[in-house]
Every structure is written in C-alpha cells, then in structure tokens.
C-alpha cells in the first residue's frame, strides 16, 4: 500500500524548532524526489523544500532555517526546521515527484501535520 505518513508537528514558540517526519511505504523513497509542502490558512498549498539523489532544495523563505533530509533505511525524509516564525504556521505536507523540478505530484497526499508558532 502506497502511503505517506507526516509526524512531528506541534506549536512551538517564534525561534524555537521542530523535526518532521514522513515515513513512506510501499515505494522505496530514493527512487522519486521527495518534497515537502505547507498550506497556511487561506492560502495556497506551496513548495517548501525538494531533495533528491542527494541534492536539496529550498524556498527563499526558509532557506537558511530548513535542512530537508533522509533516512534510506528508515524510508524516511525529515524536515528540520530552525528559528521558526509566525508565518510558518501551516500544516505541512510530504510528497513524491518525479524530480525537484517537476510540479508533478504522485499518488495522493497525506494528512499532514500542524505546525503552529506563536508565543
């Protein structure tokens, strides 16, 4: 069964950080680029970070503060997140793509997980 699976979430104070988790099943995670998503209240669903074969990638608004990372054995890809703002607050989403560059997304998405800054 083909799935993905977000943790990690949580509410965290302006500064302070968190690690998500998506744990893949189904597909061996380092055949595909893996990206994370978020979706704040509102808006549109946007690209946070890719990785893939080894290389990474970020928005402009987190880069610098996110490391995106993965764990082959575990079939895990991490999202740490550093010097979290208030506008970070989304709910956040792992995927599959074909590569970083692409918009497509395989398969269906995840239930996400909350990811809340403020004092």
């Known amino acids: 069964q083909l799935q993905l699976v977000e943790s990690g979430g949580g509410l965290v104070q302006p500064g302070g950080s968190l690690r998500l988790s998506c744990e893949a099943s189904?597909?061996?995670?380092?055949?595909?680029?893996m990206k994370w998503f978020r979706q704040a209240p509102g808006k549109e669903r946007e690209g946070v970070s890719c990785?893939?074969?080894?290389?990474?990638s970020y928005a402009d608004s987190v880069k610098g503060r996110f490391t995106i990372s993965s764990d082959v054995a575990k079939n895990t890809v991490y999202l740490q997140m550093n010097s979290l703002k208030p506008e970070d607050t989304a709910v956040y989403y792992c995927?599959?793509?074909?590569?970083?560059?692409?918009?497509?997304?395989?398969?269906?998405w995840g239930q996400g997980t909350q990811v809340t800054v403020s004092s």
């Open positions: 189904g597909f061996a995670l380092d055949e595909y680029a």
């Open positions: 990785t893939s074969g080894g290389s990474t």
């Open positions: 995927a599959r793509a074909p590569r970083c560059t692409s918009r497509l997304i395989i398969g269906s």
